[in-house]
Structures are given as structure tokens and as C-alpha cells.
């Protein structure tokens, strides 16, 4: 196994046998679930209790197919109003000319009635009204609300991961140079493998909590019954996902490594990072921004703009259908900024991380070879 | 056989930074299969840096450093043990796996590593702790470990900067005993140190460090043989100017006479003493260490 492996295989292990690591994951999965099924809970009711006095069942079935509805009989109007007092029903119709609610009546289940009620009152007439054609001549935009929301979560996950992992490699960095490991590391490995192994492992950590969050995520909406409401396309989302989680870290945990190396104390690693955490915070803001308005103009061009489109354009992707030569030329553009960083934050790394004491100065070191 | 070749390395000033440090002004040095190389010199003489540079730790700005007369690459750096002199491991890994890991990135096989880790573990006395963080253990006891990390791939060559500092007398002999094993073994040990009468009792030869140069270097023997050796006679009660014509000084404590002569025939002055009185001492003395390194860096 070459020095590479070797480094990345050590900071894997290290990590996954802390408490920190195991607690922290099986938190994320109880988040993700959590939230997966908060529509559920939380959200408009899919189900009705109905009740009658001396009515007919209305055919609300028939209007309404997604929805349940369960009806009961009360024997009169005093017995219906305290069940409705109860919260027992949510409405009872009494005499097939009105409905008990307590307080305003949903206004799904209203329109609902008063038009099922119209409906069997014209058809007991002889009338009968074919439904109105309803045709889009733009977007298709029945998952608006759904893309919305999947977009919101995503970013805020890319960036809850990419902000965590990203401040490991930095801590790391300095927890080797302050402690003049790094003095026998280098001479058994060269400082790329040294600092590449570092970024592998830690990002694989990262790759595995996000696979967490997404597949606890999916698979308790489809435990749900949410993920009825998805929008098509979800399997290549996640796969784009990953992508740009894989891009945005490489991007941001090459330049974290450089700028760790330049202190040499743990508790200087807050400071000399904020640079760095300001430039992802910004890229968090822009691509949350765009969550509201996908389609705009500083939505699409920041979403070809490294490091910004690591996070942009998975909203967008998630918000808005893309074609593919956009998400192709936006992740070109990633990748030849990432191996940019790359390059620079290996330069940085090789020259500051065996100079200890103070913290060093970003122009001086790039200035002395 | 190692080579250092007139290696030489400034470090640039800067703003907030020291001056512009000349710290290696053109060192040479060579050391043999089985030897003991002690390396000493004042603080901040280039000891360090020199190791570093050997370790590829540091590039030299000119100069080179060969070993068997190529010049030595990151795959034969591999194949060395290093002791750095700021010691470093990770607090919070075992000890076993840790040493484990170093043997690995030095090139060992999986089954290899864990074989020479129990067996070093065992010769240091730290077979029980093997499983304990680094943290835990004492700071001898991680001085042990640091050691296990330079020794666990078998190394061709150990370079061991300080490794006898803060040690106490017993963990010095312990420590000198495995890198005289390893020594008879054929590894040649380049040590630095500032304990020069460890340095003479362990070391086959010596090197001086002053201002980043070797001011002298060789056997302990040979540095004393290039000393002036200087007689010393202590003569009891003898008559006064018997070391009239003599060379050297004569210094008098109570009846006690000693002479102090170098160069001068020493047959001569034994017999004048013979004669001046009761002869309680003569002999040519040696140099310790210490003076010797005191003369070569003054």
C-alpha cells in the first residue's frame, strides 16, 4: 500500500473509532428522519373525519382521490357540535345544507364540499357539467413547492458537511505540525501524499455521512409517503450530489491545508481559517439564495463560478430541470479550479508545515522558497 | 558509507522574522557501516539542520549528501530511522498501531509490521502498554515509543537527534544498549548529543560542530593524539629549583609540586624529579572530550 492509502486508511480509522464520530452519525440519521416525516405529522391533513345529521354521504371519494375521508352518523345536531367541540370530526353536515366546523373551516375540505354539494344537487336536477380541461402551456411546475424544499435541505446538508470536514483537515494539519510529526512523516512520504492522504480520508468520512443523510432521508420518505410528492429525476440528483459534495470539499480542504499549516497551535487554526469559512459561508448564502429564485440571472451565472457552483448548482439542479451541458461545463470549471487549489495548497502545505513557532504569513511564504 | 558534502543552508529573514541565518557554512562528514557518529556542538551550530537536511526534511541549498557514493533518494531515506529532535506522535493512537503505521509508511508488510512491533515492544519493556494512547504513558516511556517508531522497519541507518535528552541514567543505559546492538549489527548510528561523556564512552568517532562547520572529526583517539598532550608531574617536598631549565610551570600547593610541561624530554624531567624528591604522579594527560570540544569550537 503506497504512503497515500496509508494516510488516508489511518485518518479513517482514527475517526471512526472515536465516540464523536458514531454519535454524531447516528444523530444526522435521526435528524434526517425526523424531518423526512415532519411533513407527515406537522403538515395539512391528507385524512378528514366527517360527520352527518339526517344528511347523505357527499361522493368527496370521487373529487378528492388522494385524500381519505371517514364518515360517521350523529344522531342530532347537539351530540355533532360536541363531537366537533371534541375535535372528534373536523365537520359535520347537518340536513345536507350546512357544515359544523369549530372555527374557520380548511379551506381544502370547504371548497371541496360546497363543490361536491353543488355537483349532486345540479345532477339530482338532471344538469350535469363536464370538469374543466386543466392544460399547462409552461413549465410543469406541480413539484415547484417539493424542488424547493429539496433544494433548501440540500444545500444546508452540503454545507453542514463541507464547513465540518473542511475544519477536520485544518485541525488535523495542526495537530502534525505542531506536534513535529510531520517531521518523520516527511521523511518516510512526500508532503502530496502526506497532505492528499489527509484530504482522501477525511472526505471518504464525509462521503459516508452524506450517503447517510440521503439514503435515511429517502428511505424514510418513502416510508412516509412523501416521497410521492418527489419530483422525477431524484436518482440522478443524488448521484450530482455527490459530485459536487466530493468537488466543493477537495476545493475548500485543499486551501483549509494551507492555511493550517501556516499556525502551528490548535487554538490559532479559528482565526487564520476565517478567510476560509467567510468564502464558504458566502457560497452557502448565494446558493440559499438561490434556493428562492432558481431561474434568475445571479442564480445561473454564480452557478458556473468556482467554488460558488459547488453549492449553486445542486440547488439549481434540485430546483429547476438543468440541461446537462450546463451541469457538465459548470463541473469542468469546478474541477480545473479544484486541481488549481489543489496545486497551490500542496505548494503552500510542503513550504509552511515545517516551519514552526509563530504563525506564519501567507505573502512570506509564498515569497521564500 | 554516508556522505555529507560541503552542505550549506542560510535561512532567509523576514519581516517579524529573525535575521538571515547563515546555519550551514559548508559541513562535511562521512560515516562508515557499524560506526557510532557522535555529533556535537553548541546550540545552534547546525546540528539539526544537517540531520534534517541528510532526512530530506530540509533542502540543502548546495551541497550534497551520497550514500555508498549515489545520491540518496526518497526510497533509501525509507529505509532510515529518524529521531527527530522535537518529538512527535499522535497523543491519542495506541501504541502498538502507531508504531505500526510508522513501520508501514516506511514500506512493511501488514504481517511484517505487527512481528517487529511485538518484538520491539518486548526489548523496551513496553509490551503492557501496547495498547494504552501515547498520552497515557510517561514521558520516558514516550521517549521509548519514539524510538520503536526510528527502529520498527529494521533501518539501515538511524539518525537520532538528542535521543539521550531527559532521560534518566538507567533509560540512557537501556537506550545505549539497543543502538550498540544495532551499531555491532552493521547500522551506523549518527547521534547528536550534549552529554560528551556519553558521546566518548559510546561514540567510534566524533564530529565538532561550530557556526555550521566541522571543526574537527574522527576517532576520540585520534582528536586526543592531535591535542597537545601535556605531562603533568607532582613531586612531594622537593628541593627548591628543581625545575630550573625544565619546560613548563610549576605550581605549589603546600609541599605539593606539580609541573606542567608539554614538549620537553619526559625521561628528563622524570629523572630530575626522581631526584628532587617523592615522585606522586606521572603521566601525560588526556583530554577529555569536553576540552577537546572547547579548544575546537574557541
Redesign the interface.
Given at each position: 500500500?503506497n504512503?497515500l492509502m496509508?494516510?488516508a486508511r489511518?485518518e479513517i480509522t482514527?475517526q471512526v473509532r472515536t465516540k464523536g464520530f458514531v454519535i454524531g452519525l447516528l444523530i444526522t440519521a435521526l435528524l434526517v428522519a425526523a424531518v423526512s416525516f415532519a411533513p407527515k405529522v406537522l403538515g395539512g391533513d391528507d385524512s378528514y373525519t366527517l360527520g352527518t345529521v339526517n344528511s347523505q354521504q357527499l361522493p368527496l371519494q370521487a373529487a378528492a382521490p388522494d385524500t381519505t375521508f371517514e364518515w360517521r352518523a350523529f344522531p342530532d345536531e347537539g351530540a355533532a357540535t360536541q363531537a366537533v367541540l371534541d375535535g372528534d370530526v373536523d365537520a359535520v353536515l347537518v340536513n345536507g345544507s350546512k357544515v359544523l366546523t369549530d372555527g374557520k373551516i380548511d379551506d381544502e375540505l370547504g371548497v371541496l364540499l360546497q363543490s361536491v354539494n353543488r355537483e349532486v344537487k345540479l345532477g339530482a336536477a338532471g344538469v350535469s357539467i363536464p370538469p374543466l380541461q386543466m392544460q399547462s402551456v409552461g413549465a410543469d411546475t406541480r413539484y415547484e413547492s417539493a424542488r424547493a424544499g429539496i433544494a433548501v435541505v440540500l444545500v444546508l446538508v452540503l454545507f453542514m458537511l463541507i464547513m465540518g470536514q473542511v475544519m477536520m483537515v485544518a485541525m488535523g494539519v495542526v495537530?502534525?505540525k505542531g506536534?513535529?510529526?510531520?517531521?518523520?512523516?516527511?521523511?518516510?512520504?512526500?508532503p502530496w501524499q502526506l497532505l492528499g492522504g489527509k484530504i482522501l480520508g477525511l472526505g471518504t468520512l464525509g462521503l459516508i455521512n452524506l450517503v447517510t443523510i440521503l439514503v435515511v432521508g429517502l428511505g424514510s420518505a418513502m416510508a412516509s409517503g412523501i416521497a410521492t410528492d418527489f419530483p422525477p429525476g431524484i436518482p440522478g440528483l443524488v448521484a450530482a450530489v455527490l459530485v459536487w459534495f466530493v468537488l466543493g470539499y477537495a476545493f475548500f480542504a485543499a486551501l483549509a491545508a494551507a492555511f493550517g499549516s501556516l499556525v502551528s497551535r490548535q487554538e490559532e487554526v479559528g482565526s487564520v481559517l476565517t478567510p476560509l469559512t467567510m468564502l464558504v459561508m458566502i457560497t452557502y448564502f448565494v446558493a440559499f439564495y438561490a434556493t428562492n429564485d432558481a431561474t434568475g440571472t445571479l442564480a445561473t451565472v454564480v452557478s458556473y463560478i468556482p467554488p460558488f457552483s459547488s453549492m449553486v448548482m445542486p440547488v439549481r439542479m434540485a430546483a429547476t430541470e438543468v440541461p446537462l451541458w450546463q451541469v457538465g461545463a459548470s463541473m469542468a470549471a469546478m474541477v480545473l479550479a479544484v486541481l488549481a487549489v489543489l496545486a497551490f495548497g500542496a505548494k503552500i502545505y510542503e513550504r509552511a508545515v515545517?516551519r514552526?513557532g509563530?504563525r506564519l504569513?501567507l505573502g512570506?511564504v509564498l515569497?521564500?522558497k | 558509507m554516508l556522505e555529507i558534502n560541503e552542505l550549506r543552508k542560510r535561512f532567509a529573514g523576514g519581516p517579524g522574522a529573525p535575521a538571515a541565518k547563515i546555519a550551514l557554512d559548508g559541513i562535511s562528514f562521512a560515516v562508515r557501516p557499524g560506526e557510532m557518529f557522535g555529533f556535537v556542538g553548541a546550540n545552534g551550530a547546525g546540528k539539526t539542520t544537517t540531520m534534517r537536511i541528510v532526512m530530506g526534511v530540509l533542502q540543502a541549498d548546495s551541497g550534497s549528501v551520497t550514500l555508498r557514493g549515489a545520491p540518496l533518494s526518497p526510497d533509501d531515506r525509507r529505509r532510515f530511522g529518524y529521531m527527530p529532535e522535537e518529538r512527535g506522535l499522535y497523543q491519542k493512537m495506541r501504541v502498538a498501531e502507531q508504531i505500526e503505521y510508522f513501520g508501514r509508511l516506511h514500506g512493511m508488510s501488514a504481517t511484517a509490521v505487527t512481528k517487529a512491533t511485538d518484538d520491539l515492544l518486548e526489548q523496551l519493556g513496553l509490551t503492557e502498554r501496547k495498547n494504552d494512547a501515547v498520552q497515557a504513558l510517561s514521558l520516558g516511556n514516550q521517549q521509548r515509543v519514539q524510538l520503536a517508531v526510528a527502529l520498527v522497519h529494521d533501518p539501515e541507518l538511524l539518525i537520532l537527534d538528542e535521543p539521550f535528552s531527559g532521560l534518566d541514567p538507567i533509560a540512557v543505559d537501556a537506550l545505549a544498549t539497543v543502538l550498540q546492538e544495532r551499531c555491532r549489527g552493521g547500522v551506523p548510528v549518527i547521534f547528536s548529543s550534549h552529554q560528551l561523556e556519553l558521546v566518548e564512552r559510546l561514540c567510534d568517532s566524533v564530529g565538532i560542530v561550530s557556526a555550521g562547520r566541522m571543526v574537527a572529526e574522527g576517532a576520540v583517539a585520534d582528536l586526543r593524539a592531535a591535542e597537545r598532550n601535556e605531562l603533568r608531574v607532582v613531586v612531594r617536598n622537593p628541593a627548591p629549583g628543581w625545575a630550573d631549565g625544565l619546560p613548563g610551570t610549576v605550581t605549589v600547593d603546600g609541599d605539593r609540586h606539580t609541573l606542567r610541561a608539554t614538549g620537553g624530554d619526559d625521561q628528563e624531567i622524570l629523572r630530575r624529579a626522581v631526584k628532587a624528591g617523592r615522585v606522586e604522579h606521572f603521566g601525560a594527560e588526556q583530554p577529555s572530550l569536553t576540552e577537546i570540544f572547547k579548544e575546537a569550537v574557541a
Open positions: 500500500m504512503g496509508l494516510v489511518r482514527t495537530e502534525e506536534s513535529r510529526i510531520v517531521e518523520i512523516l516527511l521523511s518516510t512520504v512526500r515545517l514552526t509563530a504569513k512570506d515569497r521564500t | -
